[in-house]
């Protein structure tokens, strides 16, 4: 019997192949937006909730938040989102929020990008300020006060000017704050809207899937649940409105957007959360009211931002 020795070199070559060959086919298949998964644990958690605690709460809803767009075109993450929103099997017609780059030329200061902030606030949804420099991504600590309060002024009015109407909340790029920029919120108004759960893709450099999304959420809600079991959230018109921040810059939580609503839904039910009817903003009025409401409050459940 004869046997054949493989240099470690080669071999190494061979199983690098054999990832590639793996790696292309999947980028083969058809990215598609799935149909709602069921929840699936290989071991049994205990929920952070027990069922007489959650019995004494408000029930959850979500409140849904994308950053850093729009995305336009016919292909865009935008649309791609907003037509799952509409339509999907877990809770149609959400309503959402988008902080939005108002200036940058690729996103809201082209003819492309206002006209998709036309189309995303006359579908119900509401527009709120990112960034209004065009620049684009730059995050507020490094602009002096004025600067800032100009930049805010500019990005509300451009969002005016296409829907007639800007959220009185606003995210800092980065998600970076100090005393300095709340002083500025403040005396323009503006409420600083940041998250209970976040997706976490809009740090993803490159390489846009998500393998832990599921997971991840899970472990995003059991944090929220311990913050509602010892009264650190308030509810807002008898449902607890929970902030999620996604990215609609992202391709690949646009192609998964129905698969995230699911994952939310399941993965508040894991952790023990009572959930409301819907349990997804539908009307504009009452999510523009919550977020407001939560902007104000300034707590949220995360411990540390993304």
């Known amino acids: ?76 993450s935008t649309p791609v989102i907003l037509r799952q929103l509409a339509d999907n099997p877990v809770a149609p017609g959400i309503k959402a929020i988008f ?28 527009l709120a300020v990112h960034s209004g420099l065009p620049e684009g991504h730059v995050p507020h600590t490094r602009l002096t006060p004025g600067k800032l309060a100009d930049s805010l002024r500019s990005g509300e009015a451009d969002i005016v000017a296409q829907c007639g109407h800007v959220a009185q909340v606003v995210r800092p790029p980065d998600w970076a704050h100090n005393d300095t920029t709340e002083a500025v919120y403040r005396q323009l108004g503006l409420g600083m809207l940041m998250a209970d759960a976040s997706a976490r893709d809009g740090k993803i450099y490159g390489w846009h899937i998500s393998l832990r999304r599921r997971s991840h959420m899970v472990s995003e809600l059991e944090r929220v649940g311990r913050a509602m079991a010892t009264h650190r959230l308030e509810p807002v018109n008898g449902v607890m409105p929970i902030v999620v921040a996604f990215h609609d810059t992202n391709d690949f939580t646009a192609s998964h957007m129905t698969e995230y609503l699911q994952i939310l839904v399941d993965a508040a039910r894991e952790n023990g959360l009572p959930l409301a009817n819907p349990p997804f ?14 902007a104000g409050a300034g707590v949220y459940a995360r411990e540390s931002w993304p």
């Not at 030329?105 to 189309?119: L, S, W």
């Not at 903003?281 to 939560?294: G, H, I, N, P, S």
Request: one cysteine or more; aromatic letters at 6%.
């Open 281 to 294: 903003y539908t009307d504009t009025t009452a999510l523009e009211q919550a977020a407001v409401a939560r």
């Open 99 to 126: 902080f939005v780059q108002t200036a940058h030329p690729r996103r809201g200061g082209g003819p492309a990008g206002q006209a998709q902030m036309r189309d995303t606030c006359a579908a119900g949804h509401l």
């Open 1 to 76: 019997m004869r046997f054949s020795i493989v240099s470690s070199s080669a071999l190494l070559r061979r199983l690098t192949l054999v990832a590639i060959a793996a790696i292309a086919t999947l980028g083969a298949l058809p990215v598609m937006a799935e149909v709602p998964w069921p929840v699936t644990s290989e071991v049994a958690r205990q929920p952070v909730l027990s069922p007489e605690v959650a019995a004494g709460l408000a029930p959850v809803r979500f409140l849904l938040t994308f950053d850093d767009g729009p995305d336009s075109g016919p292909d865009g």
